[in-house]
T-cell receptor, first 110, second 113 residues
Framework: DAKTTQPPSMDCAEGRAANLPCNHSTISGNEYVYWYRQIHSQGPQYIIHGLKNNETNEMASLIITEDRKSSTLILPHATLRDTAVYYCIVRAAAGNMLTFGGGTRLMVKP | ETGVTQSPTHLIKTRGQQVTLRCSSQSGHNTVSWYQQALGQGPQFIFQYYREEENGRGNFPPRFSGLQFPNYSSELNVNALELDDSALYLC????????????FGPGTRLTVT
């Protein structure tokens, strides 16, 4: 699976949009981009995934660049409960495992 | 809440002992994956079970073994515990193998002394 690069930490003001970037320049055509988050001492929580089109669900939006070498997870109105480590993961279509990197520690501040 | 449950919540064992951790998957999910998360690090894939068969394994020694039962619940067994086995052990269930999203349980915190 392709490797991902994320900033180690980010801050966001409560109520503002949080934009979390991820670089995956070696992604292959059959690899999906997944986002999970992990709130302290809990299991990771699935957020969203996509192949090449932008995706939106009740939690977030995923914007994937046209060349698929990077993506951005958008939390439209961050709350204090969104404080967590966010993991960007690239996974092959036939893959069975998630390869977690270091993630981005997002701190939402009042 | 993902519907994935794990037991026990916490466990303390002595080096050299054996441990069994349990996971009940979300209803309708036939695939269970296990991960180890050391303090301050991301989860690392141990193995996956799909329809009671091992379906992929990460870089873990054979003393890490597993089972999946007909009801798709699963066990992780670790023999000859080492101090470095101290970690949060997570299981995740999914609808099937492949790109289906995995839903994680709360984990079992294992401490080896």
């Amino acid at each position: 699976d392709a490797k991902t690069t994320q900033p180690p930490s980010m801050d966001c003001a409560e109520g503002r949009a949080a934009n979390l970037p991820c670089n995956h320049s070696t992604i292959s055509g059959n690899e999906y981009v997944y986002w999970y988050r992990q709130i302290h001492s809990q299991g990771p929580q699935y957020i969203i995934h996509g192949l090449k089109n932008n995706e939106t669900n009740e939690m977030a939006s995923l914007i994937i660049t046209e060349d698929r070498k990077s993506s951005t997870l958008i939390l439209p109105h961050a709350t204090l409960r969104d404080t967590a480590v966010y993991y960007c993961i690239v996974r092959a279509a036939a893959g069975n495992m998630l390869t977690f990197g270091g993630g981005t520690r997002l701190m939402v501040k009042p | 809440e993902t519907g994935v449950t794990q037991s026990p919540t916490h466990l303390i064992k002595t080096r050299g002992q054996q441990v069994t951790l349990r996971c009940s998957s979300q209803s309708g999910h036939n695939t269970v994956s296990w991960y180890q998360q050391a303090l301050g690090q991301g989860p690392q894939f141990i193995f996956q079970y799909y329809r009671e068969e091992e379906n992929g394994r990460g870089n873990f020694p054979p003393r890490f073994s597993g089972l999946q039962f007909p009801n798709y619940s699963s066990e992780l067994n670790v023999n000859a515990l080492e101090l470095d086995d101290s970690a949060l052990y997570l299981c995740a269930s999914s609808l099937a193998s492949g790109t289906y999203e995995q839903y994680f349980g709360p984990g079992t915190r294992l401490t080896v002394t």
